[in-house]
């Protein structure tokens, strides 16, 4: 039987800037901006069994644990597979809100936000540190369970915290979850339209730790 291939191409015509401009771009930095990303095997495989509603019935399902904390490991080390222990430490020289009120300083929180599969859609924020846009401090940890970290994408969003109406947009960086690096990282964040706007920055740490080497004395 003569076997028939198939070419699929998809046009996308963005013209406001917001979320699905910032899930896009972060998404095709993993090959900067040129060509295609390629699917996940478990996607390509005319065998699969990949429920994107069920992802724990996938052959070869392994989650892993992303952990956003200033120091030390959270309980849950005790009872996960892998973890990634992903520290945010501070930020820099964050700029002040587009139309704010002369002498303003920004009240900056960090959300992080999981994209991906339904089970996986989980969004936590820090808390806002009061009047502090040069150099502010989080002390506290967000923590993740990633079902399908290959379809996983991880937005960093600083905003503007305000009582009384809608916190105000600061900057944001997205990138998949495949492509976090280890170690100590800076995060130079972008604009709403998706232009850098050095030098603000946020700065974190992140590990990946096998829980079963720990257990025997080793570490990843």
């Not at 992903?86 to 930020?91: D, E, G, Q, T, W």
Request: with cysteine; charged share 20%.
């Amino acid at each position: 039987m003569e076997e028939l291939s198939f070419d699929s191409s998809v046009a996308l015509n963005f013209q406001t800037a917001g979320v699905e401009m910032d899930l896009n771009d972060g998404l095709f930095q993993q090959n900067a901006r040129c060509g295609y990303v390629l699917k996940p095997a478990f996607m390509r495989s005319v065998d699969t069994n990949f429920n994107p509603d069920q992802p724990q019935d996938t052959e070869g399902y392994s989650p892993v644990t992303l952990s956003i904390q200033v120091s030390g490991f959270p309980a849950v080390l005790q009872s996960e597979s892998k973890m990634v222990l992903h520290s945010v430490i501070s930020a820099q020289q964050l700029p002040k809100v587009e139309n704010s009120k002369e002498g303003s300083i920004v009240d900056p929180l960090v959300r992080v936000e999981i994209f991906g599969v339904p089970i996986d859609q989980m969004k936590l924020e820090t808390k806002y540190i009061e009047n502090n846009g040069f150099n502010p401090l989080w002390n506290e940890k967000l923590l993740f369970k990633i079902h399908v970290p290959e379809l996983a994408l991880v937005r960093f969003v600083v905003e503007d915290y305000d009582k009384t109406t809608r916190n105000d947009f600061v900057g944001q960086y997205t990138l998949p979850f495949k492509s976090i690096k280890s170690g100590y990282r800076h995060i130079h964040l972008l604009s709403k339209d998706g232009m850098k706007i050095a030098p603000a920055s946020l700065f974190v740490f992140i590990r990946v730790i096998d829980v079963a080497s720990l257990v025997q004395g080793t570490e990843v």
